[in-house]
């Protein structure tokens, strides 16, 4: 900048050279704002913030269930054992019923000798769940004991019985298998397959499922559902939770038919806490959270949409919910088929899993 000189300067009285002064001090402040707003800007684009140092050891990822080390790019965060337990689980521990007096595998081993019980896979309100090996097969097994309330029902011998023989005769490869189930000592339980896998909610959070997976998936839950239903059988249930995908990507529905069990006769169990009602809220049909003594298997249909819709979204279909071809980018003809499973009133929904299995084919 360009100053004045000595002739001029003197001419200038004080009042001028301090104005003059002021103006240069305050252009002074100003230039240097903008040299540190400059390299604010650039350091921010450049990204050249500090990292934070982390020790090795606290960066080892640990399975949030059981804390043991996992390895990397485990589904959700959980170990492998975790997964399986996951898939066996219908709810959260009722903290308020005894089902959270879960009995070790040391207590148990008295009342099943026939079995090596390893370890508790998972507690909810349908009971708790092993994993066991099978001594005389040596094969790993899943032993399921139903929560002590249940036993309390003098009806529940006999209606275990019935019901416990109406699901062993599933023999599906899209259900998990039933082998064996009784009572032991004070515990009713199953003997169920070992699945040595995800279920779909791993399998949704670990990779996003493509609309070709959804489909797949789905089409191998339908032929499981309308295999049961053609029993007379109805899950109450279904929900990614539930749904099991083996090392060779076969899927397989578990907990089939539990809710059943638990449901019927006057002393029924909580399996959604805080509420009386059966199933897992989200995936519920109205005529289940309406506690209505009239559901049929038309329940597992809506719970069948609920689980399409959020595969191929990534959320629930809750109050006014886009189509899936909106909110996701999914081919229109997929938006009446989830409309229709989905429709509030069961008369509007598929009458039957086949026909909506027959809507899905007819698109892929």
């Given at each position: ?92 521990p ?16 008295g ?97 996003r ?29 279904i ?6 995908i ?11 038919g ?35 003594d ?13 689980v ?57």
């Amino acid at each position: 900048m360009n100053t004045l000189p000595p002739t001029q300067l003197a001419m200038l009285g004080w009042s001028e050279i301090i104005l003059i002064m002021i103006v240069l001090g305050f252009l002074a402040v100003v230039g240097i704002a903008i040299v540190f707003i400059a390299l604010a800007v650039n350091r921010k684009q450049t990204g050249s913030k500090k990292v934070p140092r982390i020790n090795p050891q606290e960066a080892l990822a640990k399975c949030p269930r059981c804390g043991s080390v996992l390895a990397a790019g485990v589904a959700q965060g959980l170990c492998p054992q975790c997964v399986m337990a996951a898939g066996f689980e219908t709810d959260v521990p009722d903290k308020s019923s005894s089902v959270r007096n879960v009995p070790s595998p040391a207590e148990l081993a008295g009342h099943f000798p026939q079995f090596e019980i390893v370890k508790l896979l998972g507690r909810g309100g349908m009971g708790w769940v092993y994993q066991a090996r099978q001594k005389q097969l040596d094969r790993l097994v899943a032993l399921k004991i139903l929560p002590p309330e249940a036993g309390r029902d003098p009806t529940f011998a006999e209606r275990f019985q019935r019901e416990a023989r109406a699901l062993a005769r599933l023999n599906h490869p899209n259900i998990v298998a039933i082998y064996e189930f009784g009572q032991a000592g004070p515990y009713w339980f199953f003997v169920l397959e070992y699945v040595d896998g995800q279920n779909l909610r791993q399998c949704e959070r670990a990779n996003r499922l493509t609309e070709k997976d959804a489909v797949a998936t789905v089409l191998e839950i339908c032929d499981g559902l309308q295999f049961a239903h053609d029993q007379g059988i109805v899950h109450r249930d279904i929900k990614p939770e539930n749904i099991l995908i083996d090392p060779k990507g076969r899927v397989k529905i578990a907990d089939f038919g539990v809710a059943r069990i638990l449901e019927s006769g006057p002393r029924q169990i909580t399996l959604t806490a805080g509420q009386n009602v059966l199933g897992t809220p989200y995936y519920m049909a109205p005529e289940q959270l309406d506690k209505s003594d009239q559901t049929d298997h038309r329940v597992d249909i809506f719970a069948l949409g609920v689980v399409l819709y959020e595969m191929l979204t990534g959320s629930l279909p809750l109050g006014r919910f886009e189509a899936p071809s909106e909110s996701a980018g999914s081919q229109k003809g997929l938006d009446p088929i989830i409309d229709t499973a989905l429709q509030q009133r069961p008369q509007r929904r598929y009458q039957t899993v086949a026909a909506l299995k027959a809507d899905l084919e007819c698109l892929a």
